[in-house]
T-cell receptor, first 116, second 114 residues
Framework: AQKVTQAQTEISVVEKEDVTLDCVYETRDTTYYLFWYKQPPSGELVFLIRRNSFDEQNEISGRYSWNFQKSTSSFNFTITASQVVDSAVYFCALSEARGNTGKLIFGQGTTLQVKP | SAVISQKPSRDICQRGTSLTIQCQVDSQVTMMFWYRQQPGQSLTLIATANQGSEATYESGFVIDKFPISRPNLTFSTLTVSNMSPEDSSIYLC???????????FGSGTRLTVV
């Protein structure tokens, strides 16, 4: 069965600190997709990144970076020089590629609070 | 990526009544997905809606409680029937239109049942 675990329930940092959000996943599929979404207090889900299982290159987008390691089934997310606007709930999610069912399995989410 | 218009954005409903949530997509999509997010919890898939066929429900969700319509490739509705306070949640629709941008979500419907 597919499963996503975000062990960190809440993280609190002071502005300008770096912070890493952990994500560990389980799947029997060899082809799959991994995602990160941000959910600010307003409630909408904001897409951050999608990564397929064959692309293990690390990704950097501005202050955001992602470290995908198949050997440890992890897809961690780092925010560099955090800002108050980064305060939100962050979800890691997994989708199978076979069968095209499109189902997303979400982790429990990590609430990030960035204090000024 | 696709743009989804979801209505209503929020509602407060009496127990025992029903609420229909609408999602309109700006382009044609094969599958639409409905998720529930209970307070302080993660998102759970309710069902997948394909145009022209009955929706496929996940374990723990039934059609009598969450009937879904999918009359065309750009529109879907989810009804929350015979509501109880336990149905108080955020309900979101989603589509997978663009392989690069992944799944797009509607802005959500924040439902409170009193």
């Amino acid at each position: 069965a597919q499963k996503v675990t975000q062990a960190q329930t809440e993280i609190s940092v002071v502005e300008k600190e770096d912070v890493t959000l952990d994500c560990v996943y389980e799947t029997r599929d060899t082809t799959y997709y991994l995602f990160w979404y941000k959910q600010p207090p307003s409630g909408e889900l904001v897409f951050l990144i999608r990564r397929n299982s064959f692309d293990e290159q690390n990704e950097i987008s501005g202050r955001y970076s992602w470290n995908f390691q198949k050997s440890t089934s992890s897809f961690n997310f780092t925010i560099t020089a955090s800002q108050v606007v980064d305060s939100a709930v962050y979800f890691c999610a997994l989708s199978e590629a076979r069968g095209n069912t499109g189902k997303l399995i979400f982790g429990q989410g990590t609430t990030l609070q960035v204090k000024p | 990526s696709a743009v989804i218009s979801q209505k209503p954005s929020r509602d407060i409903c009496q127990r025992g009544t029903s609420l229909t949530i609408q999602c309109q997509v700006d382009s044609q999509v094969t599958m639409m997905f409905w998720y529930r997010q209970q307070p302080g919890q993660s998102l759970t898939l309710i069902a997948t809606a394909n145009q022209g066929s009955e929706a496929t429900y996940e374990s723990g969700f039934v059609i009598d409680k969450f009937p879904i319509s999918r009359p065309n490739l750009t529109f879907s509705t989810l009804t929350v029937s015979n509501m109880s306070p336990e149905d108080s949640s955020i309900y979101l629709c989603s589509v997978d239109k663009d392989r690069v941008y992944g799944y797009t979500f509607g802005s959500g419907t924040r439902l409170t049942v009193v």
